[in-house]
């Protein structure tokens, strides 16, 4: 089954841990790159989350591998006020032909807010069953003391639906 792991990241964490399931799935990853520059730093990069919350869709870069050449597709992305990032609501958006009857999984992170109205948001506009998992912010480091046990759990939850 060819895969690929899209992630949507500001601060570098969500690339870190999309690089860490594309080494144990042995799989090229990609940034979803949105054409607009937010705030990554300060109490500014809050008001990103009004962009989500208003469902605003972020116009992205052409992506260097389309998702049509794969069919398990996983992304790696924060939620902004339970909602999805306008860079991630482009991506769907603009691929959503390509999308259509691919296997999705669906890695979130967060600050520690519960995920369960973000995912389904984000099962709602990727039309679909999406396997998920979530990873909080813990003591102020991007690093959830059980991370390799949730990468573990997800590729095995993945690999049911094969």
Known sequence: MKTIVYYYTLTGHCETIATLIADQLNCD???IIEKKKRLSKGFLRFLNGGSALQKNTGKIEVMNNNPAGFDRIIIV????????????????????EELKDK???????????????????YKELFRGSLITVSFTKAKNEWADPKMSELIDQFISDLGTVI
Request: charged share 20%.
């Open 29 to 31: 990853s990609e940034k």
């Open 77 to 96: 992305t924060p939620f902004w006020a339970a909602s999805p990032t306008p860079a991630v609501r482009g991506f769907a958006y603009k691929y959503k």
């Open 103 to 121: 296997t999705l999984g669906l890695a979130l992170t967060n600050l520690g807010t519960d995920p369960e109205e973000a995912f389904s948001k």
